[in-house]
């Protein structure tokens, strides 16, 4: 009895715990288990949808060098309000298995309403140049990185490299 109240106890101190709703397909740490959690992240930021996103409890992600989401119920959440995306294109990944990280850079496709245009960005086309880094341990996303750049005026950007 005195072990269910501990175990009790323990999910309620961590709720982050009880927000984890997708179990990895793979969880060994070989390219392809890498690729797909990204992957699910990627199609998770585009579709707006954070519910089926690889994520470790613990997961962190910072943007343009500044931490902004500490746990994998608030990174859903933040994923769910992202602006409506047209798709992606020219996805690129960079794989190190030792070290248990990738990066894959890709052009986000965004047709920005006046209500959706983040403070700086006019509405309209944009394509973001996004550079993305993840840590994946047995097939969930532990942290993110992300660097981009806006460009404004055109979905059709390019990226300049050779196909």
């Not at 106890?9 to 982050?16: D, E, Q, S, W």
């Not at 750049?149 to 055109?154: R, V």
Request: hydrophobic share 40%.
């Amino acid at each position: 009895m005195k072990a269910l109240t501990v175990a009790l106890v323990a999910l309620a101190i961590a709720p982050g715990a009880l927000a984890q709703q997708v179990k990895p397909i793979c969880i060994d740490d070989s390219r392809q288990c890498m690729i797909a959690a990204a992957t699910s992240y990627l199609e998770g930021l585009v579709h707006h949808d954070g519910s089926k996103v690889l994520l470790a409890p613990n997961v962190t992600r910072s943007e343009q060098g500044h931490v902004n989401t500490r746990d994998e119920a608030s990174l859903r959440k933040s994923l769910d309000r992202e602006p409506a995306m047209d798709g992606y294109r020219d996805l690129r990944f960079v794989v190190d298995t030792d070290s248990h990280q990738l990066v894959y850079y890709t052009l986000l496709r965004l047709s920005m309403r006046g209500d959706q245009a983040p403070p700086g960005i006019a509405p309209g086309p944009v394509t973001v140049h996004l550079a993305e880094r993840f840590k994946v341990e047995h097939g969930l996303i532990t942290e993110i990185e992300a660097l981009f750049y806006t460009q404004t005026g055109s979905e059709d950007g390019v990226s300049g490299w050779e196909k």
